[in-house]
């Protein structure tokens, strides 16, 4: 057989290497709608800057949601689950998010077979940033310049104390089972003149781990109760402290935790 012929029929064995194997993969994916037992659901930050994406499939996968503002994506979030693994409810937090700009997304999943189930893309708008959330008069956040020194409990290393005060809605601080009795000790490293405090509750997608309403200390004086949510709450008067405290008052049990606790002081 001559030489052209010998890389003639190389090639072409190659090429059917190619074509059999880019079949089969093109059969492991399949249309993620084919698994999902309910709405896409996106709920927004009011700061415009972070989402979770809430969904339910009828088979467990291992979730991951790419995202980014044009075709080449650049970002993904996954499924932040207690044990890690597959399962049916999905709750990944799109975080680093730009208020009122359109995004692109993909949402995927796969399952313990291997088959990978993918959407095709989609979009989301995220709203302008809420002016109450925004506000000057009540300072700065200066939660994240301090250190946790005291903690009911940490789950894992993956959902330490720290996680709570690190500026990133997309990690979390859980406690390990403390229900009610979670509380959580903020150094701030110096005199602040603490003017509101707001406290994001971890949730699970099954109902638990909400923190409905919290307790407050600034140096030993206690306040509140408060409600939990993304705005904070503006105390009644400004007060000078250094070492804050939260305690969990109302809670819907188990891991309770948050995703993250802003302190805002104006000096």
Not at 30 to 45: H, V, W
Not at 53 to 80: E, Q, R, W
Not at 142 to 151: E, I, L, R, Y
Request: aromatic share 6%; hydrophobic share 40%; net charge negative.
């Amino acid at each position: 057989m001559s030489l052209f012929r010998r890389l003639l029929a190389v090639s072409s064995a190659a090429a059917l290497l190619l074509s059999a194997c880019a079949a089969e993969s093109s059969e492991e994916v399949q249309p993620i709608g084919a698994i999902l037992d309910s709405e896409i659901d996106i709920t927004f930050d009011a700061s415009g800057t972070s989402a979770s994406l809430t969904v339910d499939t009828n088979i467990p996968v291992a979730c991951a949601v790419i995202f980014g503002t044009d075709d080449t994506y650049g970002s993904i979030a996954v499924d932040n689950d207690m044990q890690g693994g597959a399962h049916h409810d999905h709750g990944p937090v799109l975080s680093g998010l730009l208020p009122d700009t359109e995004y692109q997304y993909i949402l995927q999943g796969s399952d313990a077979a291997g088959t990978l189930y993918r959407s095709e893309p989609l979009t989301f708008r995220t709203p302008p940033a809420s002016a109450d959330v925004v506000d000057a008069t009540i300072g700065n956040n200066v939660a994240v310049d301090g250190s946790v020194v005291a903690v009911s409990s940490e789950f894992s290393d993956a959902f330490g104390a720290a996680n709570a005060i690190d500026g990133d809605t997309s990690t979390q601080w859980s406690t390990s089972g403390d229900g009610d009795n979670a509380f959580i000790e903020i150094d701030l490293g110096q005199i602040h003149l603490i003017t509101a405090v707001a406290f994001r509750t971890r949730q699970m997608t099954d109902g638990t781990a909400i923190t409905e309403t919290f307790t407050l200390q600034i140096d030993g004086e206690t306040l509140g109760s408060y409600t939990t949510g993304p705005e904070p709450v503006v105390l009644d008067q400004a007060i000078s402290g250094r070492l804050v405290r939260i305690d969990a008052e109302a809670t819907t049990g188990e891991n309770t935790g948050a995703t993250e606790i802003e302190i805002y002081a104006t000096q």
